[in-house]
Each structure stands twice: as C-alpha cells, then as structure tokens.
C-alpha cells in the first residue's frame, strides 16, 4: 500500500505543472457543482478530500479517488465563493484574506460524518497556483 501511495504522489507531482499559472478552471465552480454528484461512502478505508475553489486541483482528486478505489469528497465552503472573492489580484479579496489569516476557518457546506471508517485520508487543496495532494 505505501508503494502504490508513493507512486500515485509521484505521478500527480509530475502533473502538477500543467495545473499552474496557464490553467484555466473548465467549468465555473457554481457549474461543477451542479454537475457533481453528493458525497456517498462505500466500504472504502481511504478518503479523498479535496478543495478546489476553481477547479483547477479537483481532476487530481478524482484521478487519486479512482486509482486507490477511495471515496470522494469535495470541501466546499457554507457561503459559495463568488469570482469577486476569488479575485487574486486584490489583496482584499476573500481568498487573500482568508489565506493570509492563520485563525480563518469558513463553516464547511458538509462534513464526513463517518471519518472513522478511514485509515488513510488524502487532502487535496490549491496552493500557489497549482493543486497539492497530501497524504
């Protein structure tokens, strides 16, 4: 098992460039969030829970949740992220701002109720322009 985490971290560290400053979200975040079906566990151990407030981390989600047959779940904030708040280039925007406060926890629109079921959760969240996968 931690050979086949290594090499799943290992290709998606290789994918990671085509996820930077070029790469444009296909689907605004309202749309993929219509177009994405609810969190449903199976009997999976692992979990893959993934933010991606434009899009642009979530493919590496569902390739990770599809490779170790885990279940998939989008983090997604309780107030929906306008493209206003995701403004990056002002430095008062809600991202920033939540960012750059150490003590910021926006309330999630849904929670894993069963996270006992899991002994291996995988997070997968935008940093720096590019998508990051932690194990």
Known sequence: ????????????????PALGEEAQPTQA????????????P???????????ATGN?????????DYL????FRIEPEVP?????LNYNDDNCRANQEMNDENARPALAATVENMDQYDTVIIGFPKMEQGYICV
């Open 1 to 16: 098992m931690k050979k086949m985490l290594a090499m799943l971290l290992a290709m998606m560290a290789c994918a990671l």
């Open 29 to 40: 975040p309202e749309a993929a969030e219509a177009t994405e079906q609810a969190f449903t």
């Open 42 to 52: 199976t009997d999976s151990n692992i979990l893959v829970a993934c933010f991606s």
């Open 57 to 65: 981390t979530w493919p590496l989600a569902e390739y990770a949740a």
């Open 69 to 72: 047959n885990a279940d998939l």
């Open 81 to 85: 992220y306008t493209e206003e708040d």
